[in-house]
């Protein structure tokens, strides 16, 4: 069975400091890895996705994350943090059912404060 | 093009009724599925989709049931609502086969169940 571990429930950072989420993976086939972001009241968006293309996947509004298999991670950074990227961010593993079913970390708020 | 929509956005239930949450989706996807979110626990499947007149249960299905009668169409139902059932519920859709596929969500439903 797959699952996903996110560490920190809860990260701060100032506007323009470095932005990393953690995300630790199990999955007993070759894992696809997503990060997806949830705004206010919004639904999920997705920010980028490993599909075993290229270890550092580039994703929308800055962000990219790095496939490491030795150590079954795929943290989400971002250089610069803005204002507007206060939101949820949930790492998610696909199972290998073939039907594109997600299991879900529990997400990580990112708190940007000026 | 509309995405992934959802009705309604927000319900107040007592315990023991019932109703039905509607997802609609313009993309021509095969694969839906639904999803409740609550605080600290992620996403969590309930039940999901993998074409017209197809389900299957997810993580937690418990208390609900589904049909997909139409492509474009997946219904949640809950026959009697309970106080545990209060939660946020997503649908999604899935352009088909592949683990790597991307999911599209709508925009929620806010549920209380009183």
């Known amino acids: 069975a797959q699952s996903v571990t996110q560490l920190g429930s809860h990260v701060s950072v100032s506007e323009g400091a470095l932005v990393l989420l953690r995300c630790n993976y199990s999955?007993?086939?070759?894992?696809?890895l997503f990060w997806y972001v949830q705004y206010p009241n919004q639904g999920l968006q997705l920010l980028l996705k490993?599909?075993?293309?290229?270890?550092l996947v580039k994703g929308i509004n800055g962000f990219e994350a790095e496939f490491k298999k030795s150590e079954t991670s795929f943290h989400l950074t971002k250089p610069s943090a803005h204002m507007s990227d206060a939101a949820e961010y949930f790492c998610?593993?696909?199972?290998?059912?073939?039907?594109?079913?997600?299991?879900f970390g529990k997400g990580t708020m990112l708190l940007v404060s000026p | 093009n509309a995405g992934v929509t959802q009705t309604p956005k927000f319900r107040v239930l007592k315990t023991g009724q019932s109703m039905t949450l509607l997802c609609a989706q313009d993309m021509n996807h095969e694969y839906m599925y639904w999803y409740r979110q609550d605080p600290g626990m992620g996403l969590r499947l309930i039940h999901y989709s993998v074409g017209e007149g197809t389900t299957a249960k997810g993580e937690v299905p418990d208390g609900y049931n589904v049909s997909r009668l139409k492509k474009q169409n997946f219904l949640l139902g809950l026959e009697s609502a309970a106080p545990s059932q209060t939660s946020v519920y997503f649908c999604a859709s899935s352009s088909g086969t592949g683990r790597y596929n991307e999911q599209f969500f709508g925009p929620g439903t806010r549920l209380t169940v009183l």
């Open positions: 998610a593993v696909s199972d290998n059912s073939g039907y594109s079913t997600l299991t």
């Open positions: 490993y599909t075993s293309a290229a270890t």
């Open positions: 999955s007993s086939v070759p894992p696809y």
